[in-house]
C-alpha cells in the first residue's frame, strides 16, 4: 500500500506530431501489436496516437515496449477478445509525439468527473428482485482550473487545438501515468478569485485512458 501525494502532478499535451503512419493490422493479442507501414521510425518508449477501425481502440494514446522491424507491441493494450476487436477490421494510422506543451498554473483543486458505470434495468415481471447489468460508462471530463496569464505558451497551443482529438499525458509523483486523447478548450474570458485572476483547461475525452505504473 502506498499514499501517493499529488503535490508534483504535470499535465501535458501533444504540440507537434510525427507523421503519420499507417498501420495495416492489430493482433488479437495480450499485449497487441500492430504491424505498421515500412520505415515508420517508431521506437521503443516512443507514444502514439492510435485511429483504428476498432471503435474502441481508435484515438487511443498508448506506450511502445517493444519494436520488431514494423511490428511494434503496444503495452498495455489488450485485444484478445474478438467479440470487442473483430479481426481482420483494425487497420488504421498512427502518429508518434514529437513535441509536447504542459499546461502550467494550475491550482491544486483540478477534478475529474465522470466515468462511472452505467447500467440497464433487467427486471421481468415474474422476478421480485429487480436487476441490473452493466452497459456502458459515462464520459470523462478533467478540469484544470488556473491562475490567468495569457502570455504563456500553452494558451496558444490549446486554443490552435481547440475541436481536434489531442493526446495528453498526466504524470504523477513517482512517474505513474495517464495516457489519453480528448478535446481541449480554454475559457475565452478569465474570472476573478481570491482578488487573482482565474481560468480554466477542460478536457472532454474521448476514449478511455491508458495507465501505466512507470
Do not use: C
Not at 492489430?26 to 521510425?41: D, E, K, R
Not at 519494436?67 to 470487442?84: A, F, P, Q, R
Amino acid at each position: 500500500m502506498a499514499f501517493i501525494q499529488a503535490v508534483g502532478t504535470t499535465f501535458t499535451f501533444v504540440s507537434t506530431y510525427a507523421t503519420s503512419r499507417t498501420m495495416t493490422a492489430i493482433t488479437n493479442a495480450n499485449p497487441a501489436v500492430a504491424t505498421l507501414a515500412a520505415s515508420h521510425g517508431v521506437i521503443v518508449g516512443d507514444k502514439i496516437h492510435i485511429k483504428s477501425g476498432w471503435e474502441l481502440l481508435n484515438d487511443v494514446y498508448v506506450r511502445v515496449s517493444v519494436v520488431s522491424v514494423n511490428d511494434v507491441t503496444l503495452e498495455g493494450i489488450n485485444t484478445t477478445d474478438t467479440n470487442k476487436y473483430p479481426a481482420g477490421s483494425s487497420a488504421g494510422s498512427v502518429r508518434a509525439r514529437s513535441a509536447s506543451t504542459e499546461i502550467t498554473q494550475i491550482t491544486r483543486e483540478y477534478s475529474v468527473s465522470g466515468g462511472e458505470q452505467q447500467f440497464s434495468d433487467t427486471s421481468t415481471l415474474k422476478n421480485r428482485t429487480d436487476t441490473r447489468i452493466p452497459t456502458n460508462r459515462s464520459p470523462i471530463d478533467l478540469v484544470l482550473p488556473l491562475f490567468h496569464d495569457p502570455s504563456l505558451a500553452f494558451y496558444a497551443g490549446v486554443r490552435a487545438i481547440d475541436g481536434l482529438p489531442i493526446a495528453g499525458e498526466i504524470v504523477y509523483p513517482g512517474n505513474s501515468r495517464s495516457l489519453f486523447v480528448g478535446y481541449f478548450s480554454l475559457g475565452d474570458v478569465a474570472t476573478v478569485n481570491d482578488k487573482t485572476l482565474r481560468n480554466a483547461v477542460a478536457v472532454a475525452y474521448a476514449s478511455t485512458p491508458v495507465e501505466y505504473a512507470t
